[in-house]
C-alpha cells in the first residue's frame, strides 16, 4: 500500500538519494541538502512498507503561480502510479493554497500532460509581475523567467503550465 503525506525532516536523506539518482544522469537539477531542508514543508513524499520511495514539491512563485518542484520515484517503482499520486497530492495542495496555475520544466511531458499540462512558450506572467520575480534569489525562478544563466540547467526542458 502507498501512503502519501507531507513530508518530514526525517524524509530529507531519501529525497536526497532519490535526487541525486536522477541529476546525476542530467534528468533533475540538484539541491544542496539545506536547500531540502528549507522547503521541507514544500514537499510531499510517497511511502510504501515504511520507506520513502518517491517525491515531489510545490514552490509558490506567486500569488496564482506556483511549481512542480523536484517529481522523483525509485526507478525500480515507475509505472504503478505512484507518481501519479504524488502529483495529485500537489495539484491539491495547490488548490488549497490558492494558486491558479501550475508550472513546470520536464523531460516527462507524457507524465504532465496526462494531468492536464499543456506545453508552452515563454513566461505566462504580465510585465510587472516578471519584474518582481527578477528580485528573488531562488533559481527556480531564474528557470521559470528563462533567464540566460538558468538555461544551461534547463537545457532540452520542456515548459508546461496547468490551468486549474
Do not use: W
Given at each position: 500500500?502507498?501512503?502519501?503525506?507531507?513530508?518530514?525532516?526525517?524524509?530529507?536523506?531519501s529525497?536526497?538519494?532519490?535526487?541525486?539518482?536522477?541529476?546525476?544522469?542530467?534528468?533533475?537539477?540538484?539541491?544542496?541538502?539545506?536547500?531540502?531542508?528549507?522547503?521541507?514543508?514544500?514537499?510531499?513524499?510517497?511511502?510504501?512498507?515504511?520507506?520513502?520511495?518517491?517525491?515531489?514539491?510545490?514552490?509558490?512563485?506567486w500569488?496564482?503561480?506556483?511549481?512542480?518542484?523536484?517529481?522523483?520515484v525509485?526507478?525500480?517503482?515507475?509505472?504503478?502510479?505512484?507518481?501519479?499520486?504524488?502529483?495529485?497530492?500537489?495539484?491539491?495542495?495547490?488548490?488549497?493554497?490558492?494558486?491558479?496555475?501550475?508550472?513546470?520544466?520536464?523531460?516527462?511531458?507524457?507524465?504532465?500532460?496526462s494531468?492536464?499540462?499543456?506545453?508552452?512558450?515563454?513566461?505566462?506572467?504580465?510585465?510587472?509581475?516578471y519584474?518582481?520575480?527578477?528580485?528573488?534569489?531562488?533559481?527556480?525562478?531564474?528557470?521559470?523567467?528563462?533567464?540566460?544563466?538558468?538555461?544551461p540547467?534547463?537545457?532540452?526542458?520542456?515548459?508546461?503550465l496547468?490551468?486549474l
Open positions: 500500500m502507498t501512503i502519501i503525506r507531507s513530508a518530514r525532516t526525517s524524509d530529507i536523506k529525497i536526497r538519494q532519490l535526487v541525486d539518482s536522477y541529476a546525476a544522469p542530467g534528468q533533475m537539477l540538484s539541491k544542496e541538502t539545506v536547500t531540502l531542508y528549507e522547503s521541507v514543508q514544500e514537499f510531499t513524499v510517497a511511502e510504501v512498507d515504511g520507506k520513502v520511495v518517491g517525491c515531489g514539491g510545490l514552490h509558490v512563485l500569488e496564482d503561480l506556483a511549481e512542480v518542484r523536484t517529481v522523483a525509485k526507478k525500480n517503482l515507475h509505472n504503478i502510479g505512484i507518481g501519479h499520486l504524488i502529483l495529485e497530492r500537489i495539484i491539491e495542495r495547490a488548490r488549497e493554497v490558492g494558486v491558479e496555475r501550475i508550472f513546470c520544466l520536464t523531460f516527462r511531458t507524457d507524465f504532465f500532460s494531468h492536464g499540462f499543456v506545453e508552452i512558450e515563454g513566461t505566462p506572467v504580465s510585465p510587472d509581475v519584474q518582481q520575480l527578477l528580485r528573488s534569489y531562488d533559481a527556480g525562478v531564474a528557470e521559470f523567467l528563462d533567464l540566460e544563466a538558468a538555461k540547467n534547463i537545457l532540452g526542458n520542456t515548459r508546461m496547468l490551468t
